[in-house]
């Protein structure tokens, strides 16, 4: 089994930043891709970011030149930096990772439980 661990909200004023991580543990042979995604009240679940490797990631519309996404595959941790918040910025962030649990097994998808971003004056 595979747990992710999102930690790093918090309420912000505009114009701030913050550093959300991913942290997954289990039985875990090999991270593909790991993603942010995030859902305001009353919306649905939207892309974020996603990340395969250091070369190659993209983003959402929206948060293009203010997030970055990276990843840290020693410690299985992927990362979401976040600048220049604004007030629509405000959900509940959750991250995703494709992860296989031996050499023969097939990626399967985890979601974490999700970080409260808000984002106010």
């Known amino acids: 089994q595979v747990q992710l661990v999102e930690s790093g909200g918090a309420l912000v004023q505009p114009g701030g930043s913050l550093r959300l991580s991913c942290a997954a543990s289990?039985?875990?042979?090999?991270?593909?891709?790991m993603a942010w995604y995030r859902q305001a009240p009353g919306k649905e679940r939207d892309f974020v970011a996603h990340?395969?490797?250091?070369?190659?990631?993209a983003y959402a519309d929206s948060v293009k030149g203010r997030f970055t996404i990276s990843r840290d595959n020693a410690k299985n941790t992927g990362y979401l930096q976040m600048n220049s918040l604004k007030p629509e910025d405000t959900a509940v962030y959750y991250c995703n990772a494709q992860v296989s649990t031996g050499a023969a097994a097939m990626p399967f998808t985890y979601w974490g439980q999700g970080t409260q971003v808000t984002v106010s004056s």
């Open positions: 990340i395969s490797s250091p070369t190659n990631a």
């Open positions: 289990g039985s875990i042979f090999r991270v593909y891709t």
